[in-house]
């Protein structure tokens, strides 16, 4: 009895030490797939990301029918976290549970996730035919680079009030070649990269990694009826040499709609993923087939999945703005997914832009849950006189925590009209108020794509997506710059960047012979932003040229005439102090 009441004591004593004791905070880890994701990739790996790979112990991965998974974990480079790569995949419909213990010796806990491998359907994904318009006026051409043929910009409005710098843009389905462009703001050329063929290119912009400024863009193909892309995303340096590819993992392709690299070196992309589901919920067939949107956190430097979150789970499917199709056999695109922006305020959390949910998504990157939405049929907020917006793209934050949105407003027809957007928040009292908006007159509706950069001056470059219209308006709604490329070509998305380059390659020539005497020289340097002149060099032989002329450089291409009996020529590009930037190979009259 005696030794009873003593067990009893202690253990109400340890009991009452404990509660006053502050209590630890759980290990901070998000665990991929998201505990609950219906249609997780046969492919995945298992990312836990937040802890280091050192303090990740005793992973067990279980399918409810393929038994136990052994396999290797391997390290992130851009962020404490490993993904755990199983050995062979899962099997189709199979409940997987997936756990391990985290965190460091003193207070190490297990956490686990448990998911569903999707079933995919037999559906046949078809690529459409890009056919490659021309005409006298519409399309570029140069005859030191006969095999560029970029369409012609055409530029409408220039003010002196505009912002600095290029344009960057991927004209596609139109007059010319599809690929990724930088113009001047005067229209002429700078660099054009050809997508290959069968593919197109998206989302040409700016970005930094490794600290250096950098040139992403996405590449691959659109196929018919999905209104998504199915390829990868590149990096190049700025002498166009290629850094690397950022590529989906979990056995997806990269999706066209979105890059946004991170400082620490990761990227967050789109992909899109096509399963077996019940439409029933929303009017469509109980055996249908699902086109997913995801997004994933992905390692540059190594490949690995850090984080991926899928729409279908944690959205429901009534809540589309988007029908089911009339046929089972048909994919329904029930959210498209379109931007993803990283919370400004460095809480790791970002906004996500659902075209077909008319809705933005506040996602918490550890958990993945929804936080809040920003339009769409279920609000989080009061929404404000005019903040309401219709199949839209790139929803974006800005340093003072305002929103950016273009708002298409069609396909099907909702508004009069496309605009670009800004809309803020009133956290205390949980409404969203019109902040401004910009709109062209006359006005323009496009059906699809578009996007609103915020410069840093405060004006805004606006990409008209399906109309091929580049605009720029100052904070008033005045427009300072106007460019556009013949219709029906079109540009995901455009944008105005800073862009100093030297190509790795060498300068192109080209001559072409008039009489005995005279030639005309053509110089180019495609990707070069620093020349100024250009020295023509002729001779007897390719081992003995000199100088013989010299001109300011004009525009992509510049035609010298010259005066020579000379057989052999080269060009050198000068920079504004007379250095030699670059070396063509010579070539014969």
């Not at 505990?35 to 802890?51: E, H, K, M, R, Y």
């Not at 055996?287 to 944690?314: C, N, R, S």
Request: include cysteine; charge should be negative.
């Amino acid at each position: 009895m005696r030794a009873t009441v003593l067990r009893l004591w202690v253990a109400l004593v340890l009991a009452a030490a404990l509660c006053a004791a502050p209590a630890e905070a759980s290990v901070a880890v998000a665990l991929s797939p998201l505990n609950g994701t219906p249609d997780a990739s046969a492919q995945t790996q298992i990312s836990f990301l937040g802890v280091p790979a050192g303090e990740i112990s005793h992973v067990s991965v279980v399918g409810s029918r393929s038994g136990g998974h052994s396999g290797k974990l391997e390290s992130y480079a851009s962020s404490p976290g490993a993904s755990f790569l199983p050995t062979h995949p899962f099997t189709q419909g199979e409940r997987v549970t997936a756990s391990a213990v985290v965190g460091p010796a003193h207070h190490a806990e297990r956490v686990a996730t448990m998911f569903t491998v999707a079933r995919l359907p037999g559906y046949r994904i078809t690529v459409g035919k890009h056919t490659e318009l021309s005409k006298a006026g519409l399309v570029q051409s140069f005859v030191s680079q006969p095999n560029l043929k970029p369409p012609s910009l055409f530029v409408r409005t220039n003010s002196p009030q505009e912002t600095p710098g290029d344009l960057l843009f991927t004209p596609t389905h139109g007059y010319g070649q599809s690929g990724a462009m930088i113009a001047s703001s005067q229209g002429q050329l700078i660099w054009f990269h050809q997508a290959p063929t069968g593919n197109i290119d998206a989302d040409l912009q700016v970005q930094s990694y490794a600290g250096q400024p950098v040139l992403t863009w996405w590449e691959g193909e659109v196929p018919q009826h999905l209104g998504v892309g199915f390829g990868h995303d590149e990096i190049y340096s700025s002498s166009y040499k290629p850094i690397a590819t950022v590529s989906a993992g979990n056995g997806y392709q990269a999706d066209l709609h979105e890059l946004q690299l991170t400082p620490q070196g990761s990227a967050f992309i789109t992909a899109y993923s096509l399963v077996d589901a019940n439409l029933s919920s929303a009017g469509g067939s109980s055996d249908g087939i699902l086109q997913d949107a995801l997004l994933q956190e992905v390692d540059v430097k190594t490949g690995l999945v850090m984080f991926e979150w899928h729409a279908y789970g944690h959205v429901a499917l009534n809540d589309s703005y988007s029908s089911p199709p009339s046929s089972a056999n048909d994919p329904w695109d029930f959210f498209h997914m379109n931007s993803v922006s990283v919370d400004p305020w460095g809480d790791g959390n970002f906004i996500i832009s659902s075209r077909n949910m008319w809705a933005a998504y506040e996602i918490n990157h550890s958990s993945g849950a929804v936080m809040w939405r920003l339009g769409g049929r279920h609000p989080s907020f009061k929404m404000g006189a005019g903040t309401g917006f219709a199949w839209q793209h790139d929803a974006r934050w800005q340093p003072d925590h305002t929103l950016t949105i273009f708002d298409d407003g069609a396909t099907p027809k909702e508004h009069s009209e496309s605009r670009a957007i800004r809309e803020r928040i009133n956290w205390a009292h949980r409404s969203v108020e019109l902040a401004g908006r910009y709109v062209r007159t006359p006005p323009l509706l496009t059906g699809s794509q578009g996007n609103d950069q915020v410069l840093a001056d405060g004006n805004s470059l606006v990409g008209w997506g399906e109309e091929p219209y580049i605009t720029e308006f100052n904070p008033a709604g005045q427009i300072l710059f106007e460019a556009n490329f013949a219709a029906p070509g079109q540009s995901y998305r455009a944008y105005r960047f800073p862009w100093n380059a030297q190509p790795a390659e060498p300068p192109a020539v080209a001559v072409t012979a008039i009489t005995g005497e005279t030639a005309t020289v053509y110089a180019s340097w495609n990707g070069a932003t620093d020349v100024s002149e250009w020295r023509v060099l002729g001779g007897p032989s390719a081992t003995e040229l000199t100088a013989i002329a010299s001109v300011p450089a004009t525009g992509f291409e510049t035609a010298i005439p010259v005066t020579t009996t000379d057989p052999d020529f080269a060009v050198q590009a000068l920079g504004t102090g007379g250095q030699v930037l670059g070396n063509s190979k010579s070539t014969g009259r």
